[in-house]
């Protein structure tokens, strides 16, 4: 049973990932202007798997160490933010919207921040295994702001 639900958390949060790469970056994104300090593209695809992976084996912990009843506030903070990710990609790359984008990269943050602080209370290590998402966000979320100002 544990394996399976290791399973599953895998597959939803690689499934936001597979949501969120149908919106590649594309011609759009090569000709924005950009800040010296933007990562060259060869960086995100790893960094986005390790993310991922951590995210699905903190909420697995998370459903391992407490009861069902006291998991559920943290693993639907979970839920929510791994929503809030998929759309990210969607608004920014699919719409091309970098302003209404980093409106959302905001909720995702505060998204990630309140999963953090649930897993935390539930499981130390869930909760550390988000705090480099929660810092990658928050430097995406400076890139997001920056591109959008720069290409208004």
């Known amino acids: 049973m544990k394996a399976l639900a290791l399973a599953v958390f895998l597959l939803l949060s690689f499934g936001a990932a597979a949501f969120g790469a149908r919106f590649a970056p594309g011609e759009w994104y090569v000709a924005l202007r950009k800040p010296p300090w933007n990562p060259p ?24 160490a407490a009861p069902p009843a006291r998991a559920r ?3 639907a903070a979970w839920a929510v933010q791994l929503v809030l990710n998929a759309a990210w990609s969607w608004l920014f790359f699919g719409l091309r919207e970098p ?9 995702l943050w505060a998204a990630i921040l309140a999963t953090t602080v649930l897993f935390l209370r539930r499981d130390r290590a869930a909760g550390w295994l988000m705090v480099p998402y929660l810092a990658w ?11 959008w100002r720069l290409n208004a």
Do not use: H, K, Q
């Open 99 to 107: 302003g209404l984008a980093f409106a959302e990269i905001l909720a």
């Open 41 to 64: 593209g060869w960086v995100f695809g790893p960094v986005w798997t390790a993310l991922y992976a951590a995210m699905a084996v903190a909420a697995w912990r998370v459903w391992r």
């Open 137 to 147: 966000v928050s430097f995406a979320a400076v890139l997001n702001f920056v591109l």
């Open 73 to 75: 506030p943290a693993l």
